[in-house]
């Protein structure tokens, strides 16, 4: 069953030039995604992809410069503004990328109790912290007391004592050492195992397909491609997008071949498909139109060439 479903996302951001010309930068365009209960939705592609900013559109923080269109829905029902206030922090959770989100003025431990909802919030911080191994005497910490990896540790406390049905984790790893990383990826998949959902925002496909159900590839603020994780294996050959696989190839146990060109900035975006400069693939045709998604081989992708 769907608990997220995010159709046809469009958000843009207002700025204003030299002589207050005001302009508009589209930095996502035509996204979608699905979150199921009891699946976790891994959401990789290069910064400035639109990841993050996915994750604030969900959870209605995005700045006041921005607008959005399009459709987001939690259990059925669109997620107006009112709803995302109500539920956000409750029953959608989100571990952010940056470590700023900690209020400065207040200890870590209660910041942590603040977020559970049932039960015992002194019992349920102080358990979550061993498991982050987090000591006794950090709860009653400050932020800046933290250091870069025991902040990013707490971030990831506050969602898994939550209670929520969502969890989005935007980049949680960055930071911390490899057996904390692993414990987090676990409990992440163990939240998943529970029934409930989780979307995982990162860069890096290796520690992804550790966990995930499936892989949604992002390219300049839209989806290209979702797939099953079994199908980043080998060299890629069940990979259904051009920059799908040339990421995966790109990878160092992989060819270790780089992609030529870069990434489009919002300002420029090109016509037709956004990829279509920097893809060994490209037709005349990829120029006049961004392809729609459709269905291929139990996935999704945005290519009229992909087979």
Known sequence: MSILEVENLSVSFKQYTAGLKQTNHKVISSLNVT??????????????????????????ILPSNASMSGVIKYEGEELTPVRQRAIRGKEIALIPQSVNFLDPLMRVGSQVRESVKKGDAVEAQRAVFERFHLGREVES?????????????????T????????????EPTPGLDPVVIKEALNNLREFADQGCAVMLITHDIESAIQIADKIAVFYAGTT?????????????EAIRHPYSKALWRA??????TPISGSQPHP????????FAPRCEMATPECRKVQPEMRELRDGMVRCIHAT
Request: a positive charge.
């Open 35 to 60: 979150l199921k209960a009891g699946e976790i939705l891994a959401v990789v592609g290069a910064s400035g992809s639109g990841k993050s900013l996915l994750a604030h559109a969900i959870l209605g």
């Open 267 to 274: 300002s420029s975006l090109p016509p037709g498909c956004l």
């Open 224 to 236: 290209v491609e979702i797939a099953r994780v079994e199908d980043f294996t080998g060299k890629g």
């Open 159 to 170: 969602a898994m004592v939550s209670g929520a049905k969502v969890i989005i984790a935007d």
């Open 251 to 256: 990878l160092p146990q992989n060819d270790f």
């Open 141 to 157: 910490m400050y932020p800046f007391q933290l250091s870069g990896g025991m902040a990013r540790r707490t971030l990831l406390s």
